[in-house]
Each structure stands twice: as C-alpha cells, then as structure tokens.
C-alpha cells in the first residue's frame, strides 16, 4: 500500500511537473488538461493544439485543474474526516478543510442561485465546482451512446493510406508462396493422425451421437401419454383416458350456432341413455349468473363407485384378423369338376329310396326303395328299366362290382338276395345265370360251418336268396365280384358273414365287436376288412384269419357310414352327430380331420372312384361335396376343401337325403332322398 | 319420307336403307328413310309392311327378320346399335328377310313308349325309334306305314341309308341289345294297317349298348358308336335272301362274299374313346365325327381309322352333328344346358365359336338344316326344342309341345320339325321355312 503509494507519488510529480511548467506558461487550467492529453502523441505541434483546445476547451471537466492540489493519494478521504485538513499540496503542506457552511444558509442559498443544480460538490479538493452547458450538453450525449463532441462524424468515408491511383509499384512484389497452392502436409498428417485413431476405436465420432441424442430430444409434445408410459418401469400404471380439450361450446357464452334448439333437445331425449350428448351448451349473459355444477355431487359419487368397484385394468386385446385364421384353401373354381346342379330325377319309387348303387360302367343305376321294390334306370335318359318287387323294405342295394356278372345284391328283412339285372351281353347273362343257380340238394342246411345262413334258389325273382336268423343292414361286395359281406348287427359276435358266390358257401368270422356292427367294407387293393361299430372302426386282415390290425378311434358316438379310398389309405367316417371323420391310415389311429357339417345325421358318405372328390349326406336334406386330394408323396397331408352344398331333396318323416354315390367316370353325384326321388348332380 | 305419324315425338331418329336378297313381291323402294330409334322388330317389321303396300295393294301382312351387320336385331334398334357401338348418324342399311314362324302344329304321331329316335332324311317318309324295341315308317303326322319289328330293347338310333332309293328303301336301327339291324321296305307302299317287317340283317359285334349309327352319304357303309367305347364300322349293301319281306326287287351286289344268312360282322373298328361312344355322324366319305362321355369330340379317317382332330370339351356329350356353313361347323351338346359350335377349321378350336344356352337341362338332340348356314335346332331334357340362328344369341322359337323330356329332333323337308320325348309322342311342326 504505502509502495503503490509512493509510486504514485513518484509518478505524479513527473506530471506534475510538466502541467506546473504548463502553468508557468500561462495559460489557462482547461488548456494545461489539454496539453497533458495532447503530450501523449508529442509535442511538436503545440501552436496547432493550442488552437485546437479552444473549441474543444469547454467541454473538459474542471477535475483535473483540481487534481494536482491535493496529493493525499488513493486513500478514503473518510481518514481525514476529524482532522481539520483534507490533504497535502505539492509542497506537502496542509490543505485546510473549507468552512463548513450552516446547512440552512446553503439551502437557502441554493435556492437563490438558479445555477445551483449544475454544482457539484468536490469532496477530494472540498470546493464546489460549477458546470458549464458544454460539460452537461457532452455528458447528455454519452449517455446517449454518442460522440462526446458534435463535431466527430463517426461514418467518414474511409481513407486507404495504402492504394491510390497513380501508384506504380505494389506494397509488396514478392511472388506468391508455393505453399498457398499445395495441400497442407501437418494437416493432412493430423487428418491422418485422426483417421487412425478413428479406426483403432481410440475416437468414437461423437457427432452421430450427438445427432441421436437429438432425436431423442425431441419429443412429440401433445403426443399420447399412454404411449411414453410402456417406457416407464411401473408396472401397474394405467394412464387415466385423456379427457376431450374444451372446446367452443363449452364457453359460458357461447356463439349461438353452438346453441342448440328446443326441438333438438327434445330430441335427445328420444335416444339412448349412452349416445345422448353429456354436455349441453347454454348461454350465460355473466360468469356471475353460472349456476353450480349440477351433477358435481353425483359424479363424484359415481367416480369414488368407480374407483372402488372398477378399477381399471389393463386390458389384453389380441390384434388378429379373422381372415388370417382361416386356413388357407385353394380356389374352388380351381378343383372343377365337381357336381354343381340337378339335371336329371328318376322317379317311381313310392317310398323314401334308401339306397343306391350305381353300375361299373356307369350306365345303369339300381335303387331300393321302403317301398319294397328296387329299380334299374337309365342314366342318361332316367328310365326305369326294371323293377323287382321284394316285399319287403329294401335295406341296401350293391352292384357287383365285376363286368363280367350282372348282379345286383339286395337286403331286406332278413334276406340278402342276389338278384340278375339282365343288363350286359349274352356271355355276361350267361354267366350270370350259371353264377345264380343253387342246386337244391344243399350240402346240410345248417351242419358243418353251424352258419346261420341258409342259400335258397328264388325262382319268381330268378336269383338267390340267403336267408338271415336276423336282420340284415348291409351288403358289400369285394372287388373281384366274388366275395361279400353282409352285416347283422342283432348277431353280436356273429355279426358279420363272409360269403363266396361261387362255392355257395358263407363263413362266418367270429370277431370281438364291443357293441353292435354297423358296417363293413373291403379294403380296394390288400385284403383287410373294416368293420366299424358305433364308435370304432376296426381293421381285420383276411389272408391271417381274421387277425385285429388296427383299430381306429374315431370320437364319434354314432358312426353311421365309412368309406374308403380308393387308394386304401384313407377313411372317411360319417355320423349320426353330423360329423365327418377323415383317418389317414398310415398317420395314426386318431383322426386326421373331424369337420361338423351337417344339422342332422349323416347317412351315408362316399369316395369318388377316379376324381378326388367325397361326398356325404344327411337328414338336413342335403349333400355336401368335398375336395380330397391325396397325394402319393407321403409327407405330404391331404388337402380337404368343401365345395358345394347340394340341396333339392325335401324333407319327409324327418329324412332327408338317405344315401349318395358318384357316377364311377363321371364328376357326377347321385343321391337317394326320402322323398322317393333318385337325383344326379352334374359337373 | 317419315311413314310413321307417332315418330313425331320420338325425340331420336335414325335414317335407314331396307334392303333384301329376297324376290320380286318383297322389294322395298331402295331410298333411306327415318324411323324413330325406339323402333323394335315388330315395329321395322310394320314398316317394311307399309312399304310393300303401297306399291302392291294387295299384300298381305308377313313378319320379317331384320340383319345389321350380319345380326338379328332382338331389342330397339336405339338400345341395338348402342350395344354394337354402331354410329346413328349415317344411313343404317337394314337387310331383311322373311322371320322363321312355325305356321302349324300338326296331330303328334302316338307311340307306345318313349320316342329315343327320328330321322327326317327322306321327304317320302321318317322314320322314329321307340323304347318298345320297335322302328316305325311315317308317312305323315299319324300315318305309320311300316313296323320295323325285331330287336328285343329299346332302339336307340334310326338312320335311313338311301334315301332316294327308287323302291325299295334302306334303313340301320341302333338298339341297346347291342345289334343293329337293317331293314329294307317300299316307301311307296300305303296301307291303311302298318305292314310288320323283319329285318334283312342283324349286325353284330359290339360288346354294349350301341347308341348311336350314322350312314355314309353314298350309302355303302355305316357307322356306329356305343357304351362299350367304339366305333364300329359296317357294309350295307349285302344281298341276303332270307328274313325281308319286301326284298322281291332287292339288288344283288356283286364282289362280296356271302356270309350267314342276316348276319353282319364290322368292318373295322375305332378305338380312342374311353367311354360310351354317345353319337357319330358320317358327313362326307372319308371322315367320321363321333361325340363320347369322355368329353371329347373327334373326326376320325373312315381309311385309316385314325383320329385326326380331338376338342375337349369338358362336359359329357350326348349329341352332334355336322352342318351349318360349308357343312364344317361342329355342334354338340351334352351334360349341361348349353349348345356349343365349333369351328375345326380355325386353328387351335378348344373354344367354342358359339354356345346358346337358353334350355334348363342336359341337351338330348342337335341337329343343324340341311341347306341354311344359319339354323339349327336342339331338344333337351326340359321338353323344349329350339330352332336357333347362329345370328343371335336367342332361340327364334321354343316348341314346347312335349309334357316330359325331349329326346330327339330332326328336319323334315327341309321347313317341318320333328321331335320325340318321353311322353311318347312324336310332334310335328310345320311351316317353318327357313330360305
């Protein structure tokens, strides 16, 4: 303090000593300012500046006239406050403190004075100094932001020292440097430098960084909340709905158009509690004259029930569209033909048809009626050849399935009677009627084999009959036309008979049936047997004495038709539930498919022989038409498509279509009604 | 020159030229005309009455067809030329001819059963077979010259051999007890009680049902097709001695060795069909058109037995025939309601150039005029028979005399309609000229 002090009294006397020589010159204090300013840039031109500070003398503060007097240096002039002096000149004498004038006088001599607002009172040289309208015009223009002085134009157009017109030579004539041209090597080293530092993972690229971090500052602002909240960890938030934004009519004063009209009121009150609008606009001339929320009580009421009986839960809504959970099908205008509509009806039965059996060739069709009768007709034309009346209500007709026979196989009651069709040329008739001859001398009716069948020539109906202890249900032929078999389902172990037609001898298979026999087929290439009761099928193999193979376990409770593919590795199983079943053999004893079709049971079901195509029919009057596409490619499943829901036949005693067979070249389908009627559906 | 008063307010008009192919009486003046657009057959039709009127007093009124541009007119000819996209604005050249109206239905000739087989060959005489096993001679509407007696089940074909034979006259019966059998009788014979004749040869050789037969135009052979998927082929022109009445004048060939008696064995046989041959037809010398249940058409060479032509057709076939323009055009119709045409002679012919599907049932019988281009006409199993033009797509008329199915249909004498059906009938329909 006292170091910087007594520099600051060293360094003063050096100016002070050039304004005290100003001094001695004679002038005025407001030029010796001048001078000391005006020294800094030299004084050689003192005449110039002379002339200068007259203009500029004025505008000066009288300060730095003061200044030199006291030399009490940078000290709070509060030390000096008792002591009767306020500091020291030059000579170090003592500057004598002013009298200090009566508050009162000075007040009332300020009034008087009207100069006395531009005084200021100069504590450090206790004087008070007046300023002139210069200093107060100059300070007014720095406060401003200005030029002190008016005069200083502070846009001048600006003077290039260094270009002018006539110049004939350039600052400088050295050439341009080679290295403004050439890449800069150090650059490029630190670009390099960079670059593997870069690659070795030492420097992360901040600036994709910085641009993620971005978008992820940017968020949408009136965006759901809902959605942000699948970020949060909570678990059990459940953002409240989002209340609707108020909106015009929800003013205390609305716009008339939001009013609504007395008619439309009355007409709200005409809808449904849930789709009447909650909120009806009205209009109030003053917020004062808004009356208290009217439903403020019972909608709290109603929000507490809410809370304590409803809380609300998270609901989990699966997105699916139903088509995708269909499976996918090929188009059915792909899988032509297949019988579409009705053309032809063979009529003459008088009772519900209950079977039908269609020719090998496909020119003929038979058909056994409740009626007691079975006819022959034409296909084509839908002539009814023939007709044999049995007597009794025809159960099951079958065609022999061999060309070279002409025979029709017949159940009814308790009879199976091979019956001659007459259709087919001389050898076939031929052989036919040597086929159906029985020499009367049976071989002991009932003796060795204990059969229960006895094999009786029918002379009116010109065929055989094989007599039942029971009633028959069905007859089926195996493929070569010798073989068949017949189904008494009151026989209990003793259900199923084997015959041959050509020794005239039946066999009778003793198989362990649980419950009553239904039906049974040949397999159409190998030797098994299906026997199928309400709710199994069982598979037997012929050649190994009836040996069990395999046993099918269907799921139905009434099985009431099966038919197999011709292929022999596919059955199809129609029941009295309306259900259909399609086995895969090879695959399992499961089935592959069960498909509910039908209202009512299932009567029958049918293989197309060449085309792939099944059919079944039922009581609800109508026969539906499948796709069954089986491939030889074992991975390969079989493709099941519907195609067509046959209707025609009319319901009668609550039956409905009673049996359906293909035409056995053609896509065609016949089908047997209780209405007595026999149609074919065509492609 | 606006004939018509009422076609002041029809707002439309359109100019017209009528002209015709057709002789002197029906001439119309040979200047355009206006007539109002909204302007049907009947109304044209009136028209062209007037016109002739006024130039022969004494005329009588006759409905006429109207042809734009080779088609029949069927509804306004405003709505006609906007379907056709044909400008209103210039003159419209209208040809006319005279309309195919059936004038007549005359008496049906009764059978004892279904009538499965006509054939109106002959302007003497046609010929009908019956599901009663038996063929019948016709003079006319229910007069029965002769009785072909002899197969045991119902004929299923009649074919007349020589139709212009001088006296004696031939003619083949298809039957479904597999023969065939020909028969030889004076068509010039007119008894008041039908004389039962016996046939003068039996052919036999297929294996099922025969279907259908059709003869060689020189009449030297014949065809047939059956359920046992062949055709066989057959000579005709065989003497035999025994078993015909009325062969005191019968021609003796010579050159052919005499086999038994009645009996014939085929000549050759052609085999490609898979299922039952259902109809053939022996147009020209050479080649032979035959329709199965195996949904194909083919033209197989009478010489070399091979098939040279196959249309798949996709439904089974049950009739055929050969005719229209040029004798070349193919239609068939078979298990659906629809009558198709085929043109052979356009390359790649798997489509058919026509289908007139106005029956509800199987079409049974199809039978293209001997001498139009245009008309043909079809019997099906919903009792309906229909003469079409192959100019529109509408049958020109629907006889639907028959009570049950409609099994047959054939010309006779070129302008009367001869049908049979399962209500054992045989209906007549007469007047419908067609030239």
């Excluded at chain 1, 341009?176 to 800069?184: C, D, H, L, M, Y």
């Excluded at chain 2, 059709?214 to 065989?238: F, R």
């Excluded at chain 2, 229209?324 to 009558?339: F, M």
Aim: glycine share 6%; with cysteine.
């Amino acid at each position: 303090m006292s170091d910087s002090e007594g520099y600051d009294s060293d360094d003063y006397p050096s100016i002070r000593g050039s304004d005290s020589e100003d001094e001695e010159s004679g002038s005025s204090g407001n030029e010796d300012v001048l001078n000391t300013s005006n020294n800094d840039h030299g004084n050689d031109d003192e005449s110039d500046s002379s002339e200068l500070h007259e203009g500029v003398e004025e505008s000066d503060s009288s300060e730095d006239e003061v200044v030199p007097r006291n030399t009490v240096g940078d000290v709070p002039l509060e030390w000096y406050r008792d002591e009767k002096h306020i500091g020291y000149d030059i000579t170090g004498k003592k500057i004598k403190k002013k009298e200090k004038e009566d508050k009162l006088q000075s007040f009332l001599a300020s009034a008087d004075d009207s100069k006395n607002w531009r005084k200021i009172y100069d504590e450090y040289n206790d004087e008070d100094v007046e300023l002139t309208k210069e200093d107060i015009k100059s300070i007014s223009r720095l406060l401003e932001g200005k030029a002190p002085h008016r005069d200083f134009d502070p846009y001048a157009p600006y003077v290039d020292w260094f270009k002018w017109d006539d110049s004939k030579h350039p600052l400088s004539n050295a050439p341009e440097p080679k290295r403004r041209f050439i890449p800069s090597k150090s650059e490029s080293k630190l670009v390099n430098k960079i670059k593997l530092a870069i690659r070795k993972g030492l420097i992360k690229p901040k600036k994709s960084k910085e641009e993620e971090e971005e978008e992820e500052s940017v968020y949408p602002l009136w965006g759901d909340d809902s959605n942000s909240t699948g970020k949060n960890d909570h678990l059990s938030y459940i953002p409240a709905p989002k209340p609707k934004l108020p909106g015009h009519e929800e003013s205390f004063n609305p716009s008339l158009e939001y009013i609504p009209t007395q008619e439309e009121i009355n007409s709200y009150q005409l809808m449904y509690e849930e789709d009447r609008p909650k909120f009806i606009p009205k209009r109030f001339t003053s917020m004062r004259s808004i009356p208290a929320y009217e439903n403020a009580v019972k909608e709290c009421f109603e929000r507490c029930l809410d809370l304590y009986l409803c809380p609300r839960v998270r609901k989990k809504r699966l997105n699916i569209d139903p088509e995708s959970l269909k499976p996918k099908l090929p188009n059915r205008n792909d899988l032509k033909p297949y019988p579409v509509s009705c053309y032809l009806e063979y009529r003459g039965h008088e009772d519900a048809v209950t079977s039908i059996s269609v020719e090998a060739s496909g020119q003929w069709i038979a058909s056994g009626s409740l009626d007691g009768t079975v006819r022959i007709w034409e296909v084509e034309t839908g002539r009814c050849l023939k007709h044999w009346k049995i007597g009794e209500a025809v159960k099951y007709v079958s065609w022999n399935p061999n060309p070279e026979h002409s025979i029709l196989a017949v159940s009814a009651g308790q009879d199976v009677l091979l019956l001659n069709t007459g259709c087919g040329n001389e050898e076939v008739q031929k052989s036919t009627k040597e086929l159906l001859s029985v020499e009367m001398p049976m071989p002991d009716d009932s003796g060795k084999t204990a059969s229960s069948v006895s094999w009786l020539q029918d002379d009116k109906l010109e065929g055989i009959r094989l007599r039942h202890s029971k009633t028959v249900t069905a007859v089926e032929w195996h493929r070569k036309g010798d073989y068949f078999s017949t189904v008494m389902p009151a026989g209990e172990s003793r259900a199923i008979f084997i015959h041959k037609l050509s020794k005239k001898f039946t066999q009778t298979l003793s198989f362990k049936l649980q419950g009553p026999a239904v039906t049974s087929v040949f397999h159409p290439t190998r030797s098994f047997f299906f026997i199928s009761t309400k709710k199994i099928i069982r598979v037997y193999d012929l050649v190994k004495e009836g040996k069990l193979v395999k046993k099918l376990e269907t799921g139905l409770r009434e099985i009431s038709s099966i038919a197999v593919h011709p292929s022999g590795d596919h059955i199809i199983v129609g029941s009295g539930e309306g259900k259909l079943c399609w086995f895969d053999m090879d695959l399992s004893s499961k089935p592959y498919k069960t498909l509910k079709l039908h209202q009512k049971d299932i009567n029958n079901v049918s293989f197309h022989r060449s085309y792939p195509l099944f059919a079944t029919c039922s009581d609800d009057c109508t026969a539906y038409v499948f796709h069954g596409m089986v491939y030889s490619d074992l991975n390969q499943n079989p493709l099941i498509v519907p195609l067509e829901i046959l209707r025609g036949h009319s319901s009668t005693n609550g039956r409905g279509v009673m049996d359906c067979k293909f035409h056995p070249r053609q896509p065609w389908l016949f089908t047997a009604g209780a209405d007595s009627v026999v149609r074919l559906y065509c492609h | 020159m606006d004939t018509d008063g009422n076609s002041g307010d029809a707002s439309r008009v359109v100019h017209v030229r009528f002209i015709t192919k057709l002789d002197r009486p029906f001439k119309v003046p040979n200047s355009s005309i206006s007539v109002a657009s909204n302007f049907t057959r009947f109304g044209l039709s009136s028209v062209v009455n007037n016109l002739i009127q006024t130039e022969n007093p004494d005329w009588e009124v006759e409905p006429f067809d109207f042809l734009i541009n080779g088609e029949l007119v069927r509804m306004s000819l405003e709505n006609f030329l906007l379907a056709k996209g044909i400008s209103a604005e210039t003159i419209l050249e209208i040809e006319y001819i005279r309309a195919v109206v059936p004038r007549k239905e005359e008496e049906p000739s009764l059978h004892d059963d279904w009538v499965s087989a006509v054939d109106g060959s002959s302007p003497r005489f046609f010929l009908t077979g019956c599901y009663d096993g038996l063929g019948r001679v016709w003079k006319a509407a229910g007069v029965c010259t002769h009785i072909l007696e002899g197969h045991s089940e119902p004929v299923s074909s009649v074919s007349i051999i020589n139709p212009e034979g001088a006296d004696s006259v031939t003619v083949a019966t298809a039957s479904k007890d597999r023969t065939l059998r020909l028969w030889k009788f004076n068509a010039e014979d007119t008894r008041r009680n039908p004389l039962k004749i016996s046939a003068f040869k039996i052919l036999r050789g297929h294996r099922a049902s025969v279907q259908s037969v059709a003869a060689q135009t020189s009449g030297n052979m014949i065809c047939s097709g059956s359920w046992d998927c062949t055709i066989n082929l057959w000579q005709t022109n065989e003497p035999v001695s025994e078993g015909d009445t009325v062969s005191t004048k019968k021609r003796k060939t010579i050159g052919q060795a005499k086999e038994s008696q009645s009996e014939g064995e085929a000549v050759s046989s052609l085999v490609g069909h898979t299922q039952c041959v259902s109809s053939v037809k022996w147009p020209e010398r050479e080649t032979i058109y035959s329709a199965s249940w195996d949904h194909s058409i083919r033209r197989w060479n009478a010489e070399t037995g091979k098939d040279s032509l196959n249309i798949f057709c996709g439904k089974a076939l049950n009739c055929l025939d050969i005719g229209g323009e040029s004798s070349a055009l193919v239609a068939a119709g078979g298990s659906d309601p629809i009558l198709k045409i085929w043109d052979p002679r356009k390359p790649g012919t798997s489509a058919p150039v026509y289908q007139f599907s106005s029956h509800t049932s199987w079409v049974t019988a199809c039978k293209w005029h001997e001498k139009s281009w245009f008309h043909l006409i079809s019997a099906s199993h919903d009792g309906k028979v229909m003469l079409w033009d192959l100019r529109t797509a509408w049958p020109l008329f629907v006889i639907d005399a028959h009570k049950d199915k409609a099994l047959c249909a054939d010309w006779w004498r070129g302008e009367t309609v001869l049908s049979g059906g399962a209500d054992s009938k045989l209906c007549m329909t007469s007047g419908a000229s067609v030239l």
